[in-house]
């Protein structure tokens, strides 16, 4: 009877572990940032390790600091004064072409041009300051990627061209992240690229995630939470980098391309939720410089995404896609819906 009874604990539990999915986590830095990645299912460690590698690839391939990048060396040749072309990879080639398509639908709310721009400002090295007048109106020029050249496997910058892809290299790395998870089996999985949040499928027990929207007036707290899945959820906001200067007002590191100055136009953030992380980095910059008015006129023509904004006077603005997955947490001033 005893054995019997110690048969039927060790079948139950047995049941148990194979029920359960296997999980595996991993976290490293990478772009400039921290990233935590956690997987479900079979070969879930052999597949965020693929993930991994592939993401610090990219890296590899754009970023703006490593001396080795085909970015750093396309950026370095057309700084030394040639316009030559430089051979690419595909990431850089796609990203270039990407990002013209985007400048071009959103008016040059986003450029991958503005480098020279943010080094003046200091956003580069962390040695922050207000760049003279003078400087700027020298560089803006150099900002206009209209002149960024196509070639079948190279591009072509004018001498003092600088590109820079923060603003959507991220979104890109998660969407090759969860191809590669995908390829491998995975069906639920979610990263976060240091505030990027990307997932796949529903979470291990088939219901939604519950993503966290941080409060961008402290940075740190959530002011409102959604129910996804396999969804990205991409944040732009002043508070993720910014300094203050000697007249003591505070420049963050989204620029305007117009003008050569951080942004000032009464966002506090702007979060899109789509099925692309590339799509929704990008437009999460975009949408950051439009400011309200114009995002808002922007998605009603597009209504191919979801976006929630947050202005300055702690009003909240959501798409009528997010009424039924949203809940609001922090305090706010007013909330509306788009329709
Ligand atoms: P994100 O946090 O995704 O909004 O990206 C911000 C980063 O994009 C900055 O740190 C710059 O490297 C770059 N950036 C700043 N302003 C722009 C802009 N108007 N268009 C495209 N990239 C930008
Ligand atoms: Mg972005």
Not at 195 to 204: A, E, F, H, R, Y
Not at 233 to 248: H, K, L, N, P, V
């Amino acid at each position: 009877m005893k054995f019997f009874r110690i048969s039927i604990l060790l079948i139950l539990s047995l049941t148990c572990i194979s029920c359960a999915q296997k999980k595996a986590a991993v976290s490293f830095e990478a772009m400039n940032t921290f990233m935590t990645m956690q997987a479900y299912g079979k070969n879930c460690s052999q597949s965020l390790e693929l993930a991994k590698n592939r993401i610090l690839e990219i890296e590899k391939h754009i970023s703006t600091t490593d001396s080795e990048s085909d970015l750093y060396k396309l950026n370095l040749n057309s700084a030394n004064g040639n316009s030559n072309n430089v051979p690419i990879n595909p990431d850089l080639q796609l990203l270039t072409i990407y990002s013209l398509n985007i400048s071009q639908q959103t008016q040059g709310a986003f450029n991958p041009a503005l480098y020279p721009i943010t080094k003046a400002w200091g956003f580069t090295t962390g040695n922050y300051q207000v760049p003279d007048q003078n400087l700027i109106t020298q560089l803006l020029p150099l900002t206009d990627c209209s002149k960024i050249q196509l070639e079948w496997d190279a591009i072509n910058l004018e001498p003092g061209m600088e590109m820079d892809f923060g603003a959507l290299g991220k979104g890109y790395a998660g969407d090759q992240a969860l191809s590669l998870l995908r390829e491998n089996g995975i069906t639920s999985a979610l990263i976060d690229l240091g505030g990027n949040i990307q997932t796949l499928g529903s979470k291990p027990d088939g219901s939604d995630w519950n993503i966290g929207i941080k409060n961008p007036w402290d940075g740190t707290s959530a002011i409102a939470a959604l129910k996804v899945c396999n969804k990205a959820i991409i944040t732009s906001g002043g508070y993720e980098r910014f300094f203050t200067a000697s007249d003591g007002k505070q420049y963050i590191h989204i620029f305007d391309g117009t003008t050569g100055y951080p942004v000032n136009n009464g966002t506090s953030s702007v979060t899109i939720v789509t099925e692309s992380g590339l799509y929704g980095d990008a437009l999460s910059t975009a949408l950051f410089v439009m400011g309200k008015e114009k995002a808002i006129e922007f998605w009603k023509e597009k209504r191919d995404f979801e976006f929630i904004i947050f202005t300055d006077s702690k009003d909240m603005i959501y798409t009528k896609g997010l009424e039924d997955k949203i809940h609001i947490i922090g305090n706010i001033n007013s909330s509306a819906v788009i329709q």
